[in-house]
């Protein structure tokens, strides 16, 4: 029986042996949610790390607050508390050059690539039919371009040296349709496409290639007043108790959101030596949710 609780689930713990001491990875959107949550997870497997966010340069518009300098710094401490080194750096993954720099500055500061955590995403809503040209492109452009940005380079990197591992963090909004999100679920099938492109032309270089399909998942992106007023429209002032209630039949298992550990340790698997034969795949994290499509 599901707990309907704010914390329905305590977040899972990476093993105690760290498993990727002295590798380097690339990690977009890092300031919070499901990027702090990677952040955190490879920085205990030992992980030194690159991380990259926009903070309060997102563009406006978003149904959720925007990311602050503070939250990043957050990010940082709780990184470095872990005793790994840690390049942070304010970029905007739409910009061409910014990838390159991200790839960059892994393999000059920190000495090599190992892996790459595309995860920087946005989302602007509204009916499809009353959205403007630009509104729709600015989400395909971090969304789909910026990924992109960052790949091409981290590919050619990993393939050279024959040793790699990417993930792309897309979502279950990815494999369905969903009513007024539609440029962000357009970004996210395109993404799985990428990269099992991606996979194809890494294959005969043993680098790997794969997509994390979160499904709703408890980080800013999810909460707010905004998000809580959507979930109980009947309300004048719902809580983030109430948007817990009215979504918990939002996944099979009875949770309105998984947790952003419960996505990263996800990733973590996708990054092990272990999974070096897994290549162009999808992974959902999603509380059975993918099971009711296919
Ligand atoms: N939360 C969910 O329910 C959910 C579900 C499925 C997939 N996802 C995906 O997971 C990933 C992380 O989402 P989240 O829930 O942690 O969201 P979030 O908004 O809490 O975090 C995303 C971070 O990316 C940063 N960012 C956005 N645009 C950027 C840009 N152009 N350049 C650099 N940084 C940028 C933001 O500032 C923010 O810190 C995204 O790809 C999202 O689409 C989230």
């Known amino acids: 029986?599901?707990?309907?609780?704010?914390?329905?689930?305590?977040?899972?713990?990476p093993t105690s042996t760290p498993r990727f001491q002295g590798r380097v990875a690339v990690i977009t959107g890092a300031a919070r949610g499901?990027?702090?949550?990677?952040?955190?997870y490879l920085a205990r497997e030992g992980c030194d790390l690159v991380l990259c966010d926009i903070l309060e340069d997102l563009p406006d518009g978003t149904p959720y607050e925007k990311a602050t300098q503070a939250d990043f710094d957050e990010t940082v401490r709780q990184v470095e508390t872990e005793g790994v080194r840690c390049v942070a750096v304010k970029a905007d993954v739409a910009d061409p050059v910014a990838g390159r720099d991200l790839v960059e500055r892994a393999t000059q500061q920190l000495g090599r690539l190992d892996f790459l955590v595309?995860?920087?995403?946005?989302?602007?809503?509204?009916?499809?039919?009353?959205?403007?040209?630009?509104?729709?492109?600015?989400?395909l452009r971090v969304n789909v371009n910026g990924v992109f940005h960052?790949?091409?380079?981290?590919?050619?990197?990993?393939?050279?040296?024959?040793?790699?591992?990417?993930?792309v963090i897309a979502s279950g909004a990815g494999r369905k349709g969903e009513p007024e999100a539609g440029p962000y679920v357009a970004s996210k099938w395109a993404l799985i496409g990428l990269a099992k492109t991606a996979a194809l032309e890494a294959a005969e270089s043993g680098v790997t290639v794969n997509?994390?399909?979160?499904?709703?998942?408890?980080?800013?992106?999810?909460?707010?007043?905004?998000?809580?007023?959507?979930?109980?429209?009947?309300?004048?002032?719902?809580?983030?108790?109430?948007?817990?209630?009215a979504k918990k039949d939002a996944t099979?298992?009875?949770?309105?959101?998984?947790?952003a550990e419960d996505v990263a340790a996800a990733t973590l698997f996708l990054l092990t030596d272990e999974a070096r034969f897994i290549s162009g795949d999808t992974l959902s994290i999603d509380a059975a949710d993918v099971a009711t499509w296919t």
């Open 1 to 13: 029986m599901a707990d309907h609780s704010p914390d329905p689930v305590p977040p899972p713990r």
């Open 34 to 40: 499901i990027g702090r949550a990677h952040a955190v």
């Open 118 to 139: 595309a995860n920087a995403a946005l989302t602007l809503e509204g009916k499809l039919a009353d959205m403007d040209p630009v509104t729709f492109a600015t989400v």
């Open 150 to 167: 960052v790949l091409a380079p981290a590919l050619k990197a990993m393939t050279a040296q024959r040793r790699g591992r990417i993930v």
């Open 211 to 245: 997509v994390v399909l979160p499904g709703p998942t408890d980080t800013p992106m999810m909460d707010g007043p905004q998000r809580w007023k959507e979930a109980v429209p009947e309300k004048d002032n719902p809580t983030r108790a109430d948007y817990i209630e």
């Open 252 to 259: 099979p298992m009875g949770y309105a959101w998984v947790k």
